[in-house]
């Protein structure tokens, strides 16, 4: 008889997390590392040092061809025409009444050797098909060749104050800037480094073949970089307002009332721009902390003098030392400041809403 985990998929690192003893859960149809050690000590090791997330579960998109830019700026919110060689770029992908199908981050990468444009596209591991079918049934009239890389990388999540160095030391060539890329070579194999991360600190994000994660990793940890899970990998973004896709951004939920309005470049005519033009819903995504005891988690009711909210993310800070989260309320309610209640198991919790993000270095 076949389990659940026999359905599972696993990554190149599955061995080096099963040797650590990670805690291993499912989570968008693979088997991935929730914790090692521990939630609080990896989340403190990723803002104190350095820290190591296997997100090799993200999906990748290529889009290729002559008409590529202009393909992608069809698809997606932000302006692409802007995003030079060697740049990285957020953006939402929205459908026609602007619900979010997925939040992605595309890299411009050297053109082919046909000189024709050529995009890289990382996808959310729960949206990855969508996305992929989304790009591919809306590809009719451009002269662009849309592929499914997924199975052609690994990625790694380096991240914290000392991540750069710490990679630095290991790569052949200069790691990128923030927002930038650069093929680099790491532990004796080539990869995408990119500095990008889901964490608040400085870091890069490394995509390589499969077959070179482990060396990778071992380089790394090696070194002293903590392995970190999903877990803790929640908690950094939740203290710096970083959406999840499935908690923060649904398609039940628009880009501008979800806060992303930097990203949404209204006047590139992408889909779903018509329809944000007047997207006033009423309610906007705020980020809270408690003042008294309590953890809010997804789907607690927020309590306000406007009327009632929803929780969409919710922990415990350690960073902070109490509750934090982030959850849609009438906009009237969204003012920093704003005194709100937050039912957690049928107890009214006092909360305020914060300005982003909760947690700061400064």
Known sequence: MSTETDTLRRTALF???????????????????????????????????????????????????????????????NDVSRLAEGGAQYSVLCREDGGVIDDLFTYRLRPGEDGAPRFLTVTNASNHETDYAWFSDHADGFDVTVADVADRYAMLAVQGPEAREIV????RGDLPGRMRTATVG?????????????????????????SAAPAIWDALVEEGVVPAGLAARDTLRTEVCFHLYGNDLTLDHNPIEAGLGWA?????????????????????LVCFGFTGPGIPRQGNGIFTDAGEGVV??????????????????????????????????????AAEVRAKPLYSKS
Do not use: N
Not at 56 to 67: K, L, Y
Not at 168 to 171: D, E, Q, S, T, V
Not at 315 to 341: C, D, F, N, R, W
């Open 15 to 77: 061995d080096r997390h099963a040797g650590a003893g990670a805690k291993l859960v499912p989570f968008a149809g693979w088997e991935m590392p929730v914790q090692y050690e521990g939630v609080r000590q990896e989340h403190l090791a990723v803002r104190q040092g350095a820290g190591v997330f296997d997100v090799s579960h993200m999906g990748e998109i290529e889009t290729t061809g002559p008409d590529a830019e202009a393909f992608l700026q069809h698809l997606l919110s």
């Open 168 to 171: 630095a030391r290991h790569a």
């Open 186 to 210: 790491v532990a004796g194999s080539q990869a995408l480094a990119c500095g990008t991360g889901y964490t608040g600190e400085d870091g890069v994000e490394l995509l390589m073949p499969p």
């Open 264 to 284: 949404v470049k209204l006047h590139t005519g992408f889909i779903g721009s018509d329809a944000l033009q007047s997207a006033d819903t009423g309610r906007k």
């Open 312 to 349: 969409t993310s919710g922990t415990m800070s350690p960073s902070l030392g109490y509750g934090i989260g982030m959850g849609y309320v009438p906009e009237e309610a969204a003012e920093p400041g704003t005194q709100v209640k937050v039912d957690v198991r049928g107890r009214a919790r």
